[in-house]
């Protein structure tokens, strides 16, 4: 039902259809996810998966880096300017208004308008800026795993080479370069989290409970899945807001917004949270009440119109999420 509200094209494969697009797939259900170390792992729990949601139109970026660099260069011709390595260690601020930052070095950048996109120190950067007390929704970095496992033979990258999302056994996969699998987890209940609250300092080595618990359970649903004996993989963090849902907004403290909580799922969509940004900014600098009567803007390909009040950062904790980086 969301692909249809949104008006993305869209196929349901019934279970005979699954079987035959994805042959190598076990259709058990194994619901709920466990760990292996729980007895009952790897035990069906009755009946079959129902079917699946096929999206033509997905994907995914297989090469991040290149990927910011093309844009860093689309905003240099548009005007913009980048500081690497260099540290903010102020926000300025006057009468209820931003002033600019201070650097590392003493220098200052004076600036009306400053706009926190800073990942998983969004948190860091919003109790820099004293504004983190007065939002109901935060934002927390989460470190997490992905792991890398060998290409099974019944696996066509050909005709499977997409990104499946498996709520059943709340993990996904993808291709990687080097006839890899990429094995991510959704974050269930029974998966311990690691909250972290210093994002500059944090274990990047791959833990050997938690490539465990990934790999195995893609292993329930891909028999054949080859298993190495040393884990690969990369650690690094999520911006996770309270219910994994982005805050794109203003604060309480006039000229500076927010783009924060993103949880890793938002990079597709930086050209529409750019134009929500843009106009959000735009129309409260010239005096619009956003709290009281969120900015809207619509959407120039499916001509949808998108309330910027969904991803307030005073909204009620949104239960219909699904809580993961999947969004």
């Not at 080097?178 to 987890?185: H, I």
Request: net charge negative; hydrophobic share 30%.
């Amino acid at each position: 039902e969301h692909h249809r509200t949104l008006g993305i094209p869209f196929e349901e494969w019934d279970l005979e259809t699954l079987q035959q697009r994805a042959p190598y797939l076990d259709i058990k259900s194994y619901y709920p996810p466990r760990r292996p170390d729980d007895e009952h792992f790897g035990e069906s729990s009755g009946g079959t998966l129902t079917g699946a949601v096929f999206v033509p139109s997905g994907g995914y970026i297989n090469d991040p880096q290149l990927s910011v660099h093309n844009v860093q260069r689309a905003a240099e011709a548009k005007g913009a300017t980048f500081r690497f390595n260099a540290e903010v260690t102020e926000i300025r601020r006057k009468d209820g208004r931003v002033q600019g930052i201070t650097l590392q070095d003493g220098e200052e950048i004076d600036a009306p308008v400053i706009v926190n996109v800073a990942g998983p120190h969004s948190f860091v950067i919003n109790q820099m800026a004293g504004v983190d007390k007065t939002m109901k929704i935060k934002t927390r970095a989460l470190r997490h795993e992905v792991h890398y496992v060998p290409t099974p033979d019944s696996y066509d990258t050909k005709k499977n080479g997409h990104v499946t999302s498996d709520d059943d056994i709340a993990g996904y996969c993808r291709p990687e370069t080097g006839n890899l699998l990429l094995v991510g987890s959704q974050d269930p209940e029974c998966d311990p989290k690691e909250w972290i609250d210093d994002p500059d300092n944090f274990k990047r080595n791959v833990s050997d409970e938690q490539w465990r618990a990934q790999v195995l359970r893609l292993a329930q649903r891909i028999p054949d899945l080859p298993i190495p004996g040393q884990a690969r993989g990369v650690v690094d963090l999520y911006d996770v807001a309270d219910d994994w849902i982005p805050i794109y907004d203003k604060s309480d403290l006039g000229g500076y917004y927010m783009a924060v909580g993103t949880s890793g799922n938002q990079y597709k969509n930086g050209p529409i949270a750019g134009l929500l940004m843009a106009e959000l900014i735009e129309a409260c600098e010239h005096g619009h009440d956003h709290d009281a009567d969120p900015v809207k803007i619509k959407c120039p390909l499916t001509g949808l119109v998108l309330n910027a009040g969904f991803y307030s950062r005073n909204r009620e904790i949104n239960e219909d999420s699904s809580f993961s980086v999947l969004g």
